[in-house]
């Protein structure tokens, strides 16, 4: 289920612009938020929720899918180009709606 960061406030940084995204670890990207909010999205959790709508879909995920060849910080979103040639495009709101954090879904 995605959420949606809700309204900027007004002499606030914009929460959904991304000022650093970076590897965690091997398996993981980081986005550091311009409201100084850490996200940490696990490669094959990004690939399943894949804006395309097909990821999701995907009973398994062999390797490769779950693998990212280039990541790419880009004016409208985070490019992925994973190994198996599939590309992705997370704009930059719902990738930060995408955030599992303790913070960000209450615990659950």
């Known amino acids: 289920m995605n959420k949606s960061i809700g309204l900027r406030i007004l002499g606030q940084p914009d929460p959904t612009a991304p000022k650093d995204v970076h590897l965690v670890g091997?398996?993981?990207v980081g986005v550091d938020w311009a409201d100084n909010h850490g996200s940490?999205?696990?490669f094959e959790r990004l690939r399943r929720d894949c804006p395309c709508g097909q990821c999701?879909?995907?009973e398994t995920l062999a390797?490769?899918?779950a693998w990212p060849q280039a990541i790419k910080k880009a004016d409208v979103g985070l490019a992925v180009t994973w190994?198996?040639?599939h590309a992705s495009l997370y704009p930059y709101a719902?990738?930060?709606g995408l955030c599992r954090c303790a913070g960000c879904t209450g615990g659950r």
């Open 56 to 58: 999701v879909a995907l």
């Open 26 to 28: 091997r398996y993981a």
């Open 83 to 85: 190994a198996d040639g």
């Open 63 to 65: 390797p490769p899918m």
């Open 94 to 96: 719902e990738l930060r």
């Open 40 to 42: 940490i999205y696990p």
